[in-house]
Each structure stands twice: as C-alpha cells, then as structure tokens.
C-alpha cells in the first residue's frame, strides 16, 4: 500500500509547484505594473524605413545645373571615381567592351554607338545622344533613367562626383566635347 502512495506524492507535488509559480505571476503582476510608453524613447528604424514620419520629411535640395558643376568639377577625382566604373568598363581607344561597352569618346556620342555591344532595348528607346545632361541623370540612377536596362550598378548619389567622373570622361576622347554654354 505504500507504494500507491508514493504516485500520489509525486503528482500534489508538481501541482503544488505549478500552483505556486503561476500564483507568484499573478502575485507579481498585482504588486509591479510597470510603465510603459505610447511611443519608444528611442526609436529604432527597420532597414530600409525613415525614422521620422512621413509628413516631417524634407525632399533634397535639387542639384544645381551640371553646366555649373562641371565648372567647378576635378578631373583628377573623376579619374578616381571611373574606378567604380573600371570592373564593367574600359576606358582606352580601342579598348575592349566588358560587361559594359569601352567609354572612349561617349560624351555627345550617340546612344549604342560602340559597335559589337548588346545594348539593352531599354537603353536604346531612350535615344539621342550621351549629352551632358543625360549623362548626368543616367549616372544619378540608371534603372530610373532606362527602365529595364541590363546595367546593374545603383548609380552615383553625390551631384558633384557625377559632374567629376563626366569632366574625366570628356577628357576621353580625341577631341574632347565643348562644354555646355561654351
């Protein structure tokens, strides 16, 4: 008979254990409510979302006129920003097309004018010729410039290092481009 006994101990005893725990819970919940705020005191933005609400937001100061940065533009910075470039493209007479086409001469050259390279259709519908402007916004974002284009790099943020690598990419050629307003 004792033995019967010993299954009945065991189980008031993990009763008793659970009885305990969830009473001290409420217990603790009754004694302690803690505090806490409509808002984070220090709000953390998932990636890729402002922190600020929509309606503070305050768009960017338009870029001024690439005539009137590239008048101010260096060369030499250009040169180090082609660097980006330099994984797709090659910069020489006669060079090679990479993954992108040799950039020899492109300033005021017609759009898809290197020959043997497979420009995408989206590059090509937009037309015309590589003109300053056009240049400059197609090196701000690419995909927005010609949607759908093969080129997968994201673009050039800062409005000055564009109008420095355009100033260097003008240089690239046998008679380089007049400057606009020239």
């Not at 409509?38 to 690439?66: F, M």
């Not at 660097?83 to 005021?108: E, Q, Y």
């Not at 701000?140 to 690598?165: H, Q, V």
Request: hydrophobic fraction near 45%.
């Amino acid at each position: 008979m004792a033995s019967s006994l010993e299954g009945n101990k065991l189980a008031a005893a993990i009763l008793t254990a659970g009885i305990i725990g969830v009473g001290s819970a409420v217990l603790s919940d009754l004694l302690y409510r803690p505090h806490v705020p409509k808002e984070r005191a220090y709000p953390v933005a998932a990636l890729g979302q402002a922190t600020a609400p929509a309606e503070e937001k305050v768009a960017p100061a338009p870029a001024e006129p690439i005539a009137v940065r590239l008048a101010a533009a260096d060369v030499e910075r250009g040169k180090a920003a082609a660097k980006k470039c330099a994984s797709c493209h090659t910069f020489d007479k006669g060079g090679k097309n990479g993954v992108g086409p040799n950039l020899w001469g492109v300033v005021m050259a017609k759009k898809g004018h290197v020959e043997g390279f497979a420009y995408s259709q989206a590059l090509l519908g937009t037309g015309g010729e590589w003109t300053y402007e056009s240049l400059d916004a197609f090196l701000a974002n690419p995909k927005a410039y010609a949607p759908g284009t093969k080129m997968s790099f994201a673009g050039i943020g800062k409005p000055e290092e564009r109008a420095d690598l355009i100033a260097y990419l003008r240089t690239l050629a046998d008679q380089p481009a007049p400057l606009p307003g020239s």
